[in-house]
């Protein structure tokens, strides 16, 4: 089934203990349209400056990623960001961000779009994540990611956005944030109360949970020896696991748990190398035989 | 089969954002053999001084141990631990440690101990763990646990052990302290070298993890929203694990698995109140259960 996805596109400059990478391409939404992209086209409504190299451009069309909703914004300038990893490669600072084209209007939703019935509203003001949402309204399943910038400011706005949409992606920081509840659980249970059916806390390398009115998933991150880059694993993850669902169309507890371990696996190769220099290497059949190495660690007798 | 155990037996006093508890039965060796006697006998050496309160000595009555070996000394101190929890209830400050009657000689194995085939070192001197270790040459499985003081103060002793043991139980950041290396997994591959044939790396609220010559196991902890207590829940985790092993005799990977996911649920359970006060409500009913909810939550299609 059609899946849509609006976010960040934008170009990356990354320090690392594993190395360094200038201007490399990044983004919530491209690291989610590539993730989805094993399961399902992903359709993209982004903009970036006049300014993205067209290298960049060659790299989103390996995947299965429709561009018709990405503007080259002419007196633009594409989003960057600036961030250096500490040893432990889960730590960060951001160095530099420049929101540039990120603070201007989105483009229109293309004609051919508008039967998308799974939609993704990666992280940005809960204002713009509600206007694409109303643009919708024949949707089959809506996801939200947001963070903790807009958890400060924009509350009411985000509370907003929770009466709407069926699922809420977010940290366990973020999560601990926003109720003020410092058990994530408990945290999680909160959140689903203002609104959302479902709430998937992600925990980094710890893995991710969700908590939904008809149960729980649990699961561990797949695990990783080789980080190279954790950027834009979040992403990858909310990404293979939404892409996933609009593959099943199966919203149960199973479904969803199923979708959230392809989201782990997808994003375990994403971590695996700078910005998608990974993702472009492999195909489904690597996602699922490591899904087959994760369920053998994982399972447990009745 | 017969399981032994020796660490400490102590009296506790913890302050939490939960409430405060004074002079409460505590200690590895008194969680470890708890949660362990779940699945099969445990037979305990260790040592109490003369302060030693009758209803501790109740308590641990209650439970299917061995008390053959535990030592009431005369003239000597109970081990006490005080310490302070923070919000998040995972950090936590030592304020006081009286080690007592734990810097003395361990009693001596009672004779009939001595065909014990499961062998547990709860985290003391690695020399004592040791000795313990050589007088059970018949053993069929050895787990030891450790701490970051002997990683720090002890290593030739510490690594003499690794080349002894079947298996070593540790928290994520003390793999990271012996290994120097800062990603958990390729620590464990690491300490794997040393000798044992198998680790595993605990993480609190994150779950466990353990590498094996034939294999991975990851698994998350139970989500809990009722976390009283977290003093103790590595040692019953343990303690679940080596009973349930005790009890089927199955050392496989999917042995192991399925000992690991027993540990998780009792030390989810033993979290639940202060000191050992929810194991003694409990039965094996109830973590078979929740070990069912458990599977539930984290079975990933094939």
Chains 1, 2 share one sequence.
């Not at 019935?117 to 643009?135: K, R």
């Not at 366990?172 to 945290?187: G, Q, Y």
């Not at 169309?249 to 700078?274: H, K, P």
């Amino acid at each position: 089934m059609p899946l849509i996805v609006t976010g960040s596109i934008g170009i990356d400059s990354i320090q690392a203990p594993t190395g360094d990478a200038d201007d490399v391409l990044g983004g919530s939404c491209t690291h989610f349209a590539a993730a989805a992209s094993f399961f399902t086209k992903a359709r993209i409504v982004a903009a970036v400056g006049d300014d993205f190299p067209e290298h960049h451009l060659a790299t989103m069309e390996q995947f299965n990623v429709d561009l018709a909703g990405l503007e080259k914004r002419a007196g633009s300038k594409t989003f960057r960001w600036r961030g250096k990893y500490h040893e432990n490669m889960n730590d960060r600072d951001t160095l530099e961000v420049d929101l540039n084209v990120l603070a201007e209007a989105l483009p229109p939703v293309p004609e051919d779009y508008k039967n998308s019935q799974y939609v993704f509203l990666a992280n940005t003001h809960p204002a713009a994540q509600l206007d694409m949402l109303n643009q919708f309204p024949g949707r089959r399943l809506s996801i939200a990611d947001t963070m903790d910038l807009w958890i400060e400011t924009e509350r009411e706005s985000l509370l907003e956005l929770l009466s709407k949409i069926d699922g809420l992606v977010l940290n366990d920081s973020e999560a601990i944030m926003l109720t003020e509840d410092s058990n994530t659980v408990r945290a999680a249970d909160r959140i689903l109360e203002t609104g959302p059916k479902f709430v998937v806390v992600k925990k980094g390398e710890h893995g991710a949970f969700l908590v939904h009115q008809d149960g729980h998933v649990v699961l561990p991150a797949f695990p990783a020896r080789n980080v190279v880059d954790p950027t834009g694993a979040g992403d990858s993850f909310a990404g293979g696991m939404m892409g996933c669902l609009a593959a099943t169309g199966d919203l149960s507890i199973d479904g969803l748990r199923q979708a959230m371990a392809y989201g782990t696996i997808v994003a375990s190769f994403n971590i695996e190398s700078f910005s998608l220099t990974r993702l472009t290497e492999i195909e489904r059949g690597h996602i699922d035989e490591r899904l087959e190495q994760f369920r053998q660690m994982t399972v447990i007798g009745a």
